[in-house]
């Protein structure tokens, strides 16, 4: 079959690269790409990824066999309902069912219905009774904008001051009537769980950590993701299909009842405390770093498994794919100024793109880049790329992942230190536990 990937970023790269891999795929083509994206396959001229007509028209005049949605934006400009009237199998939700994702406080409204164990919230469209909330709680705040915000509408305040500060940013950044949420704030250890989801068949998939604070020590603001590592090896399958049981099952028979039923990936945000796993958000695609380091860890049939959860065949959804034995280890390359202010139009050396021949050590997602002219790369974006490690143990992977990393040539470029240093200090291998 021939395939078509929608999105620019990394994930997308790594999307595309996965599936190019897949006996039954013959072409990959994308809508969007980046500077390293045409090592997997070819750029789709002329057709904006921000215009969803358009793609749906592209993809029904070419008859593709599987169009998969990368990033956010598309599934919440309504990608998904466009195509439905092509009859393609599309792996991604509806508009309506990547409220998940694209609402907060919808989100909430959702978990708290089907029962599912979140933090305690509030939701303000009036500055004043936002601010007034920050000066009674007693609790700790976490500020959410109840937007898209490309992985940056989340800030952690040390004290009332600051969140005072984050609810008046993000009141000033938007139009009168937009939504933030005041959520309570936990403790404990962050992992991100994922399943394929179609309508009520669930499919956990598998987990991984992610680190968001742009600087070591998980300090400095919050980004889109600066590294990522899988499998999480104190987190196992049993962990998993309870996750499947107690958060996936549960929102997915809530939103199908209500009307929203969800095809696509689902991808939880967690947080391990004392009293057990919750939900910090949903999003409705694979993360960005975390897809980067999952994909290239997914033996079997990628391609099956997305058409499966597309049509609702739960056959194809359980029986096409497998986690290899091993670790992967992402860690992410950003512009000079990232997150506020990232400085473009900097050439990348170093960074040769994987195509769908690499199935090495060391895999090189492109993100924030574009091939001139010359062949060479330069940058357009905050992230610019993810080096991927992958060995039998994290030391091996994380290892690959910093020579990687080493190689690279980028004027003011940044990168954490310290992806997965706690897994190979506490010598910890890639091998999933029961």
Known sequence: MDVLVIGSGGREHALAWRLARDEGVRRVR????????????????????????????????????????????????????????????????????????????????????????????QSFTNPDAALAHVRAAELPLVVKADWLAAGKGVVVPETSEEAAVAVRDLFDSVAPGARIVLEERLTGTEVSAF???????????????????????????????????????????????????????????????????????????????????????????????????????????????????????????????????????????ASEGYPDAPITGRLVEGAEPSSAADDGELLCFHAGTRRRRDGRHETIGGRVLTMVGRGPSFGVARDAAYRGVAQVELDGGRYRTDIASREVDSGLDGARPD
């Open 30 to 121: 994308i809508v969007g790409g980046n500077g390293g994206t045409p090592a997997v396959g070819e750029t789709v001229p002329d057709v904006d990824v921000r215009d969803v007509t358009a793609v749906a028209r592209h993809a029904s005049r070419e008859r593709y066999g599987l169009v998969v949605i990368g990033p956010e934006g598309p599934l919440a400009a309504g990608l998904a309902d466009e195509m439905a009237s092509t009859r393609i199998p599309t792996f991604g939700p509806t508009r309506a069912a990547a409220r998940l994702e694209s609402s907060k406080s919808f989100a909430k409204e959702q978990m708290r219905r089907a029962g599912v164990a979140t933090a305690s919230a």
């Open 195 to 333: 399943a394929l989801v179609s309508d009520e068949a669930v499919v956990p998939l598998a987990v991984a950590r992610d680190y968001k604070r742009l600087d070591d020590g998980d300090t400095g603001p919050n980004t889109g993701g600066m590294g990522a590592f899988a499998p999480v090896p104190w987190f196992g399958q049993s962990a998993l299909e309870g996750i499947a049981a107690d958060v996936f099952e549960p929102i997915a028979w809530r939103m199908t009842r209500d009307g929203f039923p969800y095809r696509g990936v689902l991808y939880a945000g967690l947080m391990l405390t004392d009293d057990g796993p919750m939900v910090l958000e949903f999003n409705a695609r694979f993360g960005d770093p975390e897809a980067q380091v999952l994909l290239p860890m997914l033996d079997g049939d990628l391609a099956s498994a997305l058409v499966g959860c597309a049509i609702a065949d739960r056959g194809l959804m359980e029986g096409s794919l497998a986690m290899r034995a091993g670790a992967a280890v992402g860690v992410v390359v």
